[in-house]
C-alpha cells in the first residue's frame, strides 16, 4: 500500500492518492466561479452534459451566457427533446460546431425513450448517447456523478506528459490510453469531481501550452518536465496536416426585401441556413430552385475566409436579383410588405426577409457572406406590385 505523504511534504511522483488529493484541495481551493460549477448545475447531470458539449471547441468565456440561456430555455431532456431542430440550432448560433447542438437534441430524445427522462450513468448507455465520446462520458460520471472515469482532453494530455516526463506522442492512441490509466490510478477515493476538473482546471489555468506558471503548480515539486528542464519539449506531438482550401463561389439572391436561402443537407451545417453555390447559368439554377437570377447584373461582393478544424472556405460572393422583373418601370417605389409576385422557392431553398436573417439559424461563415453582400454596391432595385394593393 501507497504510504501517504505527510502534511507540508511534496508526495512522491508515484504517490498516487496523495498527488491526486494535492490536485483535488488545489482545485477546492483556487477554482475558477463558472456558472456550470455552481452547486445546483454540478450535481446536475443534465446541466453538466450541455456544458461539457458546449465547452468542446469553444472558449470558457464564449460558452458562458450560451448556456445561461441555453439551460434556462430547456431546463432538463425533455424540454430540448420536444424542442424543433430549427429552435435548438437557432439558441446554437455563433457557437459553431452545429453538429454538438443537433446531437444534443438526439441524445435529449434518446434520453427521453431509453432513460425515462434521466442522463443515466453508466459509461456505456452514456457513451452511446449522440456525440457524447470518451472524454464526455468521463467528465460527466465524474463531475455530476462522483464516480471516477477517466476523461482525457488535449489539456490533461499536456499536464500529465509533462508531469510524467512523457516523451511519447500525445496524438498516438497507446498514449492516450496510458494517460486515460493513470488519470485512474491517480483519483483519490471519494473527490473524482474535484480532481476530474482540477485536472481540467490545471491545464487550462497554469499548465499553459507556452509560459506555463509552475510556480502556481500544485504539482511543481514531482514535476519530472520541470526539473528536467523539458516544458517547452513536451508533450511531443505530431505536426497537423494544413486545412484543405476549398473555393468555391456562393450566389446571394436579393428581391424585395427578401433573400433567397438554402437549408443545408447533410454534412457540414445539416439543417442550417445558408446561400446556394453560384450556378453556371441562370437554367441550372432556376431548375434547381426555381428562381431565375439575373446573372447578367451580379455584381462582386468581395471574398470570404472561415477557417474549420480541417478545412479552409475560400468564398467568392456575388450579389444579384431575380429576371423577369419590371425593375426600370417600379424604381423608386416602396418594398412593399408582402412580396406577392416573388416566385415560389422549391425546397430546401426558400425566401426569408431579410431582417429575419439575424434570427435565423446562419453559420457564422454564412453570416459573413451576408455581411458581404449587404456591403456591396446594391442590386438593381426589383420590386413588385402586390395584386391586392391596387
Ligand atoms: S510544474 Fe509546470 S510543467 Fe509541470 S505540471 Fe505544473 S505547470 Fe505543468
Not at 430555455?73 to 425533455?78: E, G, T, Y
Not at 503548480?217 to 523539458?230: S, Y
Request: with cysteine.
Amino acid at each position: 500500500m501507497t504510504r501517504p505523504a505527510p502534511a507540508g511534504a511534496a508526495p512522491a511522483p508515484s504517490d498516487n492518492p496523495a498527488l491526486g488529493r494535492a490536485l483535488a484541495d488545489w482545485f477546492a481551493a483556487t477554482r475558477r466561479d463558472l456558472p456550470w460549477r455552481r452547486p445546483e448545475d454540478r450535481a446536475d447531470p443534465w446541466r453538466e452534459l450541455v456544458s461539457e458539449l458546449m465547452l468542446q471547441q469553444t472558449r470558457v468565456a464564449t460558452a458562458i451566457p450560451y448556456y445561461e440561456r441555453f439551460v434556462a430555455r430547456f431546463p432538463d431532456p425533455a424540454a430540448l427533446a420536444a424542442a424543433s431542430e430549427e429552435e435548438v440550432l437557432a439558441a446554437w448560433k455563433g457557437l459553431g460546431y452545429y453538429s454538438r447542438a443537433r446531437n444534443l437534441r438526439r441524445a435529449a430524445q434518446e434520453i427521453v425513450r431509453e432513460h425515462g427522462g434521466r442522463v443515466p450513468s453508466d459509461f456505456d448507455a452514456l457513451r452511446a448517447l449522440p456525440g457524447v465520446g470518451d472524454y464526455t462520458a468521463g467528465a460527466v460520471r465524474s463531475i455530476a456523478f462522483g464516480i471516477a472515469t477517466p476523461a482525457v482532453d488535449g489539456n490533461v494530455l499536456r499536464v500529465l506528459a509533462r508531469h510524467d516526463g512523457l516523451a511519447d506522442d500525445v496524438a498516438a492512441p497507446a498514449t492516450r490510453r496510458r494517460i486515460a490509466d493513470r488519470t485512474q490510478a491517480l483519483s483519490p477515493p471519494g473527490r473524482a469531481a474535484d480532481f476530474c476538473e482540477g485536472l481540467m482546471e490545471l491545464g487550462a489555468t497554469v499548465c499553459l501550452p507556452t509560459a506555463p506558471l509552475c510556480p502556481d503548480c500544485p504539482w511543481r515539486a514531482t514535476c519530472r518536465a520541470l526539473a528536467d528542464g523539458r516544458i517547452e519539449a513536451l508533450p511531443v506531438k505530431r505536426p497537423k496536416p494544413a486545412p484543405a482550401v476549398e473555393a468555391r463561389d456562393v450566389l446571394v439572391v436579393r428581391a424585395a426585401g427578401r433573400v433567397l436561402l438554402e437549408r443545408r443537407g447533410k454534412g457540414l451545417f445539416e439543417g442550417m441556413w445558408g446561400f446556394p453555390d453560384a450556378p453556371d447559368s441562370a437554367d441550372a439554377f432556376a431548375a434547381r430552385t426555381g428562381v431565375r437570377p439575373d446573372l447578367a447584373a451580379a455584381r462582386d461582393a468581395g471574398r470570404v475566409e472561415h477557417v474549420f478544424t480541417h478545412r479552409r472556405w475560400r468564398l467568392r460572393v456575388r450579389v444579384c436579383g431575380i429576371e423577369g422583373a419590371d425593375a426600370a418601370a417600379e424604381a423608386g417605389a416602396a418594398v412593399p410588405a408582402r412580396p406577392a409576385g416573388l416566385p415560389d422557392a422549391r425546397p430546401p431553398f426558400r425566401w426569408a426577409d431579410e431582417a429575419e436573417i439575424p434570427a435565423l439559424a446562419v453559420p457564422k461563415a454564412f453570416q459573413k457572406v451576408w455581411a458581404a453582400a449587404c456591403a456591396a454596391p446594391a442590386v438593381s432595385p426589383v420590386v413588385y406590385r402586390d395584386p391586392e394593393a391596387t
